[in-house]
């Protein structure tokens, strides 16, 4: 009995021992804490560092091989906080979370830089937008809003809410008068087109509303990073003042291929239509005053003015690879209607990128993309519904015109159209070799070919609609073609040569050369009067026929060489210098030199560095120049084509040239700092810089007897910029089962014209060729200013009518003046009314996590410090007599009602502070629990309900703050446009 009993519990024991000593696996997957997306490339180590694995392109890892109950592992990853957490043996579910780290010195930057570096290395500031995580979170409808909000002192203008339209893009404010201030736009390392304002000139006054920039599918962008000025920009030289935007693309991973599909199905709408575009008012037959608001009145009628859009869209892209090979490939298909049936767009874009790796030393890294779209464009700002609801009368409400100033609604929309085709290609291949461990260089070929095919037509219209209409084009038809073939090339050559000078000190010496070519092949066509209805083509038209041609090239060739010197891996010391030549210099200039220095400083790693609550702080400064280059054919001398006295050819001046033409040279001085407080719980960023253009271009008058008209392109003006920039980002809150993270972003613009060549301002001259009197460039004041008659005191007669000349005006130096001489005639200076671009601007973003599924997200942002004209009230009280106190006078400031009767060359009282808040995004999304996604075969399954420009706090009485005509730099008038329309979406993403 004994024996049987020891030998029972020997049994047991040796059972017991035999499962202990059975190896067993931890699996599971590592997501970032804030969008809840896997994370690629972890390292997560065993402690002892007995076995290390990397997460694969899903975010998943296996640690094999294990014993015991529990082991602890390490999860380390570049720009996260390491983690390292105790995991259950035998667990295959594990979920590992890890919070971004609000300071992120060692993260890798290759804007601005002749290589791939630390961010620790580079004295000047680099921001950085995850661009995956931002589409997660809130999936933007195109480039232009996935940028906004993201980055201090990149302030984007939206203009127009239409469907299809574009932003224009400011970095740390405006720097010429005559050159536009679009930042370069890179996108894997290749310059690409990025014109803003293109398209069919529909806002009225010749402005387009496309910004090329939205080509480009945000699905298929990793990572976006922004340098903002002559300080970070040297490297890129000529062009490079206004700041480089560039984009990363996806590309493939090490693992089995992943598939991923996603759907967004939304609306879009005009929030409080009839509140915001309001009543009209007049007298009626009796002389008894009358309003109609033309929405309220056409929707009870059943034929509403504005409708629910609607957009759609599907992605799908295959990813994988081996060690030698690592493939993506990305499709997307995008249907948006606008809020007019004349309005909407589709786009199909198509991604590759592949990269090689032959041998040990050398990998090779092609891309290639696609875009084919057509957008049909609605008609704002000079002629579309909003003008018409906006401009019309109630007495003319019961008249076949229903209170519209020209015509009805569907007048427009049956017999005007606006399109723009585009088919775009953008390739590149990169060639990284590594023939020696101290020897890198790269080689990076690309080619951005755009053809843009832009058609205006006016239908021959029925019966109906020529009641309406009166004159030969819109009664006979007529047809316009605008066809832009652009292409942009890049070669860039770049080697870099590491050495170890000594334990404590490194050198890098960089050397490259760049070519880029820029070319524009213009074809244009036009004809007028077409014999039927139906007909539709130009070569069906009768007369007024037009054609235009026009070859327009630039090449820029530069080339460059790099210093730095970097002591213990905390202080580093860059010098760099450029030179280039540009086809569009002046004969009598050869070419240009940019210099660059810069020094970076991680001083919490010094020994003697003892401040509790500071984790880290590194000191930086930098400075640069960069420049700008003349337009083409600039410095040359140049003819017209004409019919000579014999009707022959012959030719007249058109313009002199200037064969000292130089390119606009940007100084600029950055200093800041990064910090991180209370263990990196949260970062500050803060950055001030000051920068100055030199030589600035701008077209002076010159005499007629030179027998050339017009004026001539000299490089005398100064332009000074001033800001700061500050962004904060923190997570308070990091626990399993709850994570808060925050970002704030501010900077503060201070910009100034500091010389004109002598004279004291200058008009600008609007798109369509006329100086605008009420905006001007002036000595001492911002670029751009709104500049006005401003009547500082009237009096009334018996019935509340100002008297002329009692009025007086600002005098401009603190004191008054007449508003009108003897004769009538106005005579009071125009006086300064504010800058037409924001000079502060920033956005709060937020995000709570809960229980590593549920994720709210919220941004406001703001733009503060804008005049704008408000050119519905001005139109409304000046022009069509149809504002309330046009009637009704008792009670209202006298010099309101002068300004509404002393006509257009007095507007004071029109122009605006257009400072606003808007609540942008809000978002909220939800992971599937992996066992569920399973069960339709999916390894993770997100959904996201997110809703956009939903509220705006303003103190602006015009439709919408932020519109505008795109294709105007300087020039901000809120004439009729679209406004930003409300969105609701919901996506639905899922992995493979």
Known sequence: MIFRRVLFAGALCWSSLASAAVAQDVAGTVIDAGTLRPLIQVRVTVEGGSQTVVTDSRGRFKLTGLSGTSVVAGFRLIGYKPLTQTLTVGSTEVRITMTPAPVRLDELVVTGTADAVQKRTIGNAVSSIS????????PPQDISNLINGKAPGVVVLQGSGSVGSGARIKIRGSSSVALNDTPLLYIDGVRINN????????????????????????ESIESIEIIKGPAAATLYGTEASNGVIQIMTKRGKEGKPVFTMSTAQGTNWFQNAAERIGPLYG??????????????????????????????GYHASLSGGTATTQYRIGTSYERDLGIEPTNNLWRFNTNVSLTVKPTSTLDVVSTFGLTQSKLNQNYEGGGGVIVEALF?????????????????????????????????????????????????????????????DNSELARVPNQAAREFLSSPTDLGGGKWIFRNDLSTTTFDYVANAKASVSKSI????SAGVQYFRRRSYLLSASGQGFPAAGLENINAATNSFFAGEDLITNVTFGAFVQQQIGYKNRFFLTGA????????FGKNFNYVTYPKVGASWVLNEEPFFKVPFVSSLRLRAAYGETGQQPDAFASLRTYTPATGGNGGGAVTPASPGNPDLEPERGKELELGFDAGLFSDKISVDFTFYSQKTVGGLFNRDISPSTGFPGSLLVNTAKIQNRGVELQLRGSPISRPNLAWDFAFNFSKNWNKVLDLGGVDFINIVQLFGTPRVDHRHAVGYPLGGNWVRK???AQLDASNRPIRGSSLCDD?????????????????PRVYAGRTTPDREGSFQTSVTLMKRVQFFTMVDFKLGAFITQNKARAQCQIFKTCLRNYERAGVDPVVLANDAFGSTFRSTFIEDASFAKLREISVSYTVPERLARSFRASTARITLSARNLHTWTGYSGIDPETFFVGEQYVRVDQAQTPQLAQFKTTISLTF
């Open 791 to 793: 009547v500082v005191s």
């Open 283 to 312: 007298l009626d037959g009796q002389n008894k005053l009358v309003s109609v608001n033309l929405v309220d009145l056409e929707k009870a009628r059943g034929t509403p003015l504005f409708r629910n859009g609607s957009t759609q």
């Open 577 to 584: 210098i450029r030179a280039d030549d540009n086809s569009a």
């Open 131 to 138: 661009a995956s995580d931002v589409v997660q979170l809130a």
């Open 812 to 828: 401009g130096k603190g004191g008054t003046t007449p508003c009108f001489d003897a004769g009538g005639n106005a005579v009071a």
């Open 195 to 218: 014109t803003q304002g293109a398209g069919v000139a529909v806002q009225g006054f010749s402005s387009g509303i496309v910004s090329r920039i939205n080509d480009i599918d945000p």
């Open 392 to 452: 019309g009368a109630p007495s003319l409400v019961g008249t076949p015109f229903r209170g519209f100033v020209d015509y009805p609604p569907e007048t427009l929309w049956d017999n005007f159209q606006a399109s723009q085709r585009v088919g775009r290609l953008i390739g590149s291949v990169q060639f990284h070799h590594r023939p020696f461990p101290w020897l890198n260089h790269r080689l990076t070929v690309g080619l951005d070919l755009v053809g843009e």
């Open 506 to 509: 490194t050198s890098t010496t």
